[in-house]
């Protein structure tokens, strides 16, 4: 796991599924629409996050300039 993918998920603090390294991307797709279908029943809604450089820096970017971001519900 990458710093960066580290830092992403500290700044989300939700529950995750990490794949490195897919060489079949039906296997992410078949675990995102499975997760769409729980999450109906469940109330809450899967989202694929593609680690990169410029994400990482966002959201050290609302980490520096919002105090409140990790208590706010959006």
Not at 19 to 36: G, K, P, S, Y
Not at 42 to 52: A, R
């Amino acid at each position: 796991m990458t710093d960066n993918c580290k830092e992403i998920i500290s700044f989300l603090n939700c529950e995750y599924e990490l794949f490195e390294n897919e060489a079949d991307d039906q296997r992410v797709i078949d675990r995102f629409n499975a997760l769409t279908e729980q999450g109906k029943l469940e109330g809450f809604v899967p989202l694929i996050i593609v680690v990169s450089d410029t994400l990482a820096e966002a959201t050290e970017f609302v980490f520096d300039d919002y105090d409140d971001v990790e208590n706010s519900p959006k």
